[in-house]
């Protein structure tokens, strides 16, 4: 079909989107804006056309611009997941590119380039919104509107009815595959809609919030995707989005373009994602966001769609409605559409009767309990439910039986299937059958003509005069022809016997000639042994001689292993012994630390000794100028040991001396009257009473208690 463009000749690149730079804003170009109609700017007088002409008549003419119009611009939609990239690698491929451009060649005259400047701009907007919905939908328009585009409408609705006409001539599998990409276009853009409730209320889309209905998103759409053979329908993380109603739709459209890559014909390939990617709007990067808002305004044009191709709506049947014959489901289609118009009228009356009211009245509640056991036992005992008082059972068994049913069905549909098979191949017998009867009666028939005619020229008299002659010269002839072939039997075996004689004679000339052969060849042979063995002599008189030098070599080299062993063996003695030396200069250097160590340490026990007596003879010094009682100054005083405990966190073992901090051993300890004093040498305790010239009033120095021992102290009876 001619278009009514001027710049027809140039088909247009295929392209998802494409980025335009002016300056330093940034726009974006779709798919979608590259099949907008340009219904607005059909006349060339009208300024709007003018300008968009020269416009792209620059874009065709700029190198810069085509350079940067490329199918790489794709790989902002594949990062997204919406696309996948080998549908590139067939938009590139040469012998789609025929297809591709008469196809752009037949829409040139009804698809229109535009640059727009809004980010989230989508196809199609307000103005070609009312277009669809007064020409497709048959709205009334505005005498001004028809006057403008009555033309322009006619044609538009001729050329798209001629583009589709030329699909619908392919077989019908497509045809089909067509109508039901549409109608699900359709139930996707009614189920997205949210102000448009033609969903019910439990099984719709909450875009506008955060709830989204598990058995929707679960069962039907589980369905949809396996009507289309999608399996792994759940994975919608590819694409990342924020939202999960946007997720949701997101996945929906990217099972649809991967559906439309399972087409066969290119054409219907690129037609299928053109109509999805018209339909549905792709946002630039990062603003899936404004989703929700776009499809507010889309979904008349949807259900427009729905109307011109006179697409069913897939609707996503329960299991209970499961119906087999066409017969059937028309008439219950008839019987439903008829109970649904009395129900919907038995409804509304009954919720005019039974509108909602401030107070629960008790007679009601009286009807509901109306009939129901009086222990709850009992109500559990029953195969109804305790919240909704519903009849599990008998719905129990209505799913068993449309179970078993609908495996009957099956197996009644596999039986079918296979005597439809049997009638087929019955058919196909029968008919040879017939085609030889019909070849036998015609052969039949030709060999009575034959005699007929052959009855007619001569009387039977005759005949079988003529048939005995002939049995004569028959016999006669077959009585030669033996006697021939006797003889030719006996020519064949003198025959045989001179050709086996030829035979033997020509076999005898062959033997002769081959002894002759075999006796030269010998002859060869005895001349090359002869040479061979004086050949392997020499190699073995060589041989030997290498065997003596080697032997000699071996010999030498064997001694020079045993003296490398001797050198080894002193080598490692000397190396041990080293090694012995190092060790004890290393444990001579640790004892002689060790000893240093200890002497350090030895020297500041004595030290912290001397300081202990030096703090002791102070005390006593002090306790001596002192006037009161000695018992009563050493019950208020601390001895000097405790507060040097108290200042050193220093603790003793058991078995060592609580002065000089050496271990008890077998010396003598002193015998305190308290038992929680620790142990000390009878010798340091008497050195310390020295030191602190405690003669009679004698007190421990560790727990600072009287002595009263009598064998450090003798009474004066004594």
């Known amino acids: 079909m001619e278009s009514d463009n001027p710049n027809s000749d140039q088909p247009f690149s295929l392209r998802t989107f494409r980025v335009m730079y002016h300056g330093k804003k940034e726009t974006f170009v779709f798919l979608s804006d590259v099949l907008e109609l340009r219904l607005r700017f059909m006349t060339q007088n009208s300024p709007d056309w003018s300008y968009y002409q020269q416009q792209l008549d620059n874009e065709h003419n700029n190198e810069e611009v085509k350079q940067m119009v490329r199918l790489q611009d794709f790989q902002m939609l594949i990062d997204d997941g919406v696309i996948d990239p080998e549908f590139i690698k067939l938009i590139e491929d040469s012998e789609f590119k025929q297809k591709r451009e008469t196809f752009w060649n037949e829409l040139q005259g009804w698809v229109k380039l535009r640059n727009h400047t809004s980010e989230h701009y989508c196809f199609p907007h307000h103005a070609l919104l009312q277009i669809f919905k007064r020409f497709i939908c048959g709205f009334r328009w505005d005498q001004q509107m028809c006057e403008d585009h009555a033309d322009c409408l006619e044609n538009f609705k001729i050329h798209i009815s001629n583009l589709i006409g030329k699909y619908n001539r392919m077989p019908n599998a497509t045809v089909v595959h067509v109508k039901t990409l549409f109608s699900e276009i359709v139930n996707l853009a009614k189920h997205c809609s949210y102000k448009k409730q033609r969903v019910p ?253 052959v009855m007619k020229t001569k009387p039977r008299d005759e005949l079988e005069v003529e048939l005995l002659q002939l049995k004569e010269k028959f016999k006669e002839k077959t009585h030669q022809l033996n006697q021939q072939a006797k003889g030719l039997e006996k020519m064949d075996k003198l025959k045989e016997k001179v050709t086996s004689q030829k035979e033997m004679i020509e076999k005898l000339g062959e033997s002769k000639k081959s002894i002759e052969k075999s006796q030269a060849l010998l002859q060869n042979r005895a001349t ?68 240093k160590n200890r002497k350090q340490i030895q020297e500041k026990n004595k030290k912290i000794k001397d300081l202990e007596q030096e703090l002791c003879r102070l005390r006593t010094n002090r306790k001596s100028s002192m006037t009161s009682n000695s018992s009563q100054s050493a019950s208020s005083s601390n001895p000097p040991v405790n507060q040097i405990k108290k200042l050193s966190s220093f603790e003793l073992e058991e078995d060592e001396c609580a002065f000089c901090w050496e271990p008890i051993g077998d010396q003598e300890l002193f015998n305190c009257v308290n038992p929680n004093c620790p142990p000390i040498h009878n010798k340091c305790m008497q050195e310390y009473f020295k030191r602190s010239g405690q003669l009679f009033h004698q007190v421990c120095g560790q727990c600072q208690n009287m002595v009263q021992d009598i064998k450090n102290f003798p009474g004066i009876s004594r």
Not at 334 to 342: I, L, V
Not at 396 to 419: C, H, I, P
Not at 568 to 582: G, P, V, Y
């Open 201 to 453: 209320r439990d099984k719709k889309l909450l875009l506008d919030g955060h709830s989204l209905h598990e058995h929707y998103c679960d069962k039907e759409f589980e369905k949809t995707c396996q009507m289309f053979g999608f399996v792994n329908f759940r994975q919608s993380n590819h694409v990342g989005f924020g939202n999960q109603n946007t997720t949701v739709y997101a996945t929906r459209v990217y099972y649809l373009l991967e559906w439309a890559k399972s087409f066969s014909d290119g054409v219907l390939q690129v037609f299928a994602t053109i109509l999805i990617h018209g339909v549905f709007p792709l946002c630039p990067r990062n603003r899936w966001k404004y989703l929700p808002g776009i499809l507010e305004h889309r979904f008349a044009f949807y259900m427009s769609l729905r109307d011109t191709f006179n697409m069913p709506e897939i609707e996503c049947v329960e299991e209970e409605d499961v119906v087999v014959d066409g017969e059937s489901a028309d008439a219950t289609k008839a019987t439903s559409e008829e109970k649904n118009d009395e129900d919907i009228a038995q409804n509304k009356e009954a919720e005019k009767e039974n509108q909602p009211q401030k107070g629960i009245s008790f007679s009601r509640l009286q009807q509901k309990l109306h009939g129901l056991p009086d222990d709850f036992n009992q109500l559990l005992a029953t195969d109804r439910c305790i919240q909704c008082f519903a009849n599990i059972g008998e719905r129990k068994k209505a799913e068993t039986e449309l179970r078993d049913w609908k495996k009957k069905a099956n197996l009644y549909e596999k039986q079918s299937n296979k005597y439809e098979e049997l009638e087929k191949e019955y058919a196909k017998m029968k008919g040879k059958f017939d085609n030889a009867c019909k070849k036998n009666l015609e052969h039949k028939e030709k060999h009575a003509k034959e005699l007929e005619e």
């Open 528 to 595: 090359e042994n002869t040479k061979k063995v004086g050949d392997l002599e020499r190699t073995v008189q060589n041989q030997e001689t290498l065997i003596e030098q080697l032997t000699e070599a071996n010999q030498s080299l064997h001694e020079e292993k045993n003296m490398l062993e001797k050198k080894i063996t002193s080598n490692e003695a000397q190396h041990k012994q080293d090694i012995e030396k190092m060790n004890q200069q290393i444990n001579v250097i640790i004892d002689q630390v060790e000893d």
